[in-house]
């Protein structure tokens, strides 16, 4: 009969298992790199939201040598500004077009050229005149008065950025960040 071998393993030590090793450094590696990558993507995303950031600003234009008052509406920022909504409102009143502005201010109607500017899109760079009058009764008034009525006139406007970014600025030109641009009366001049 023959006898039986027997094949005797000796078991090492489970610090002694250098596959254990191997496998552990690929899972260390891989952990890093995905780290890496989700840190890398959300830097992406922060460049191209930076890249296309709008920023609006109010500007009031009053010259009384040409007879001219103008105010505008600048997109100063890196991309387009899609203004969902706009008020304007003389103490705390909100008024329906510049007509009633200017009626509500100064007690009489002007020739005046106007646009609206709800549900619109200006792009980098660009400026949209939303009122300008060359009416010679309204320069009448002179600088101080006109100066004095104009500060109770305020200009609300809400825009987003393409990536559905919403801020709220008035004429004092320093944006809000909102959550999303709630309905506005909008300007319908």
Same mark, same amino acid.
């Given at each position: 009969?023959?006898?039986?071998?027997?094949?005797?393993?000796? !078991?090492?030590?489970?610090?002694?298992? *250098?596959?254990?090793?191997?496998?552990?450094? @690929?899972?260390? &590696?891989?952990?890093?790199?995905?780290?890496?990558?989700?840190?890398?993507?959300?830097?992406?995303?922060?460049?191209?939201?930076?890249? &296309?950031?709008?920023?609006?600003?109010? /500007?009031?234009? %009053?010259?009384?040598?040409?007879?001219?008052?103008? %105010?505008?509406? @600048?997109?100063?920022?890196?991309?387009?500004?899609?203004?969902?909504?706009?008020?304007?409102? &003389?103490?705390?009143? &909100?008024?329906?077009?510049?007509?009633?502005?200017?009626?509500?201010?100064?007690?009489?109607? *002007?020739? !005046?050229?106007?646009? !609206?500017?709800?549900?619109?899109?200006?792009?980098?760079?660009?400026?949209?005149?939303?009122?300008?009058?060359?009416?010679?009764?309204?320069?009448?008034?002179?600088?101080?008065?006109?100066?004095?009525?104009?500060?109770?006139?305020?200009?609300?406007?809400? *825009?987003?950025?393409?990536?559905?970014?919403?801020?709220?600025?008035?004429? /004092? /030109?320093?944006?809000?960040?909102?959550?999303?641009?709630? @309905?506005?009366?909008?300007? !319908?001049?």
């Amino acid at each position: 009969m023959m006898k039986e071998e027997k094949i005797i393993t000796k !078991r090492r030590k489970w610090y002694f298992n *250098y596959e254990l090793y191997v496998g552990g450094s @690929a899972l260390i &590696v891989s952990v890093v790199a995905l780290a890496l990558g989700i840190y890398e993507a959300n830097l992406e995303r922060a460049h191209q939201r930076a890249s &296309v950031w709008p920023r609006l600003e109010l /500007n009031r234009s %009053y010259d009384d040598i040409s007879s001219k008052l103008t %105010y505008t509406l @600048a997109n100063n920022g890196l991309g387009p500004a899609i203004i969902k909504s706009s008020t304007l409102s &003389v103490n705390g009143k &909100v008024l329906d077009n510049w007509d009633e502005v200017l009626f509500t201010l100064y007690g009489k109607r *002007y020739q !005046r050229s106007t646009r !609206r500017i709800g549900n619109s899109v200006l792009p980098p760079t660009a400026i949209l005149t939303m009122l300008q009058t060359n009416d010679a009764d309204l320069f009448a008034l002179g600088y101080r008065q006109f100066s004095e009525k104009d500060g109770q006139l305020n200009i609300a406007i809400c *825009y987003c950025s393409v990536f559905d970014e919403c801020w709220l600025t008035d004429r /004092n /030109n320093n944006p809000t960040k909102v959550e999303a641009c709630n @309905a506005m009366q909008s300007d !319908r001049d």
